[in-house]
């Protein structure tokens, strides 16, 4: 097993990115380039090509946006064409916001969660 196999065959797993300016750029580039690696990680299992993992993140600093969700997340080539997009952002960290969010907005059927699958958050960031 390496560190980017999901914990399941089947699961949604919704990744949150603390996106605020609290820690340097060359840390901000570090995340950013884990991220791409998850990517080609998890999508390179066997579940992942099968479709049975699917990813969505949430950036975070005061306010969280949803970047992508799990309709989204279907492919390494998709979860790193929208990791290229991110832009830090001005604020404090809040990974309280980026909670809530996940919950509302992704673990929800609109937000591509489907039933039965086991959900996951992970955060990334400087820490917790």
Known sequence: MNDF???D??????????????????????????LRKYADGVYSTAEGLAGGVRVAL?????TARVVFNFNSGTS??????????LGRQAGYRRPDQALKLARRDLF??????????????CFKNISI
């Not at 949150?16 to 820690?23: E, G, H, M, R």
């Not at 080539?77 to 929208?82: F, G, I, T």
């Open 9 to 34: 065959d089947n699961v949604d797993v919704a990744i949150l990115v603390d996106w605020s300016t609290y820690f340097t750029e060359a840390y901000w580039q570090y995340i950013l380039e884990y």
């Open 108 to 121: 929800v059927s609109a937000g591509g969660a489907r039933p039965g699958v086991r959900k996951v958050s």
């Open 76 to 85: 390494a080539a998709n979860v790193k064409r929208q990791i290229d997009t």
């Open 58 to 62: 949430i950036g975070y600093s005061n």
């Open 5 to 7: 196999s999901p914990i």
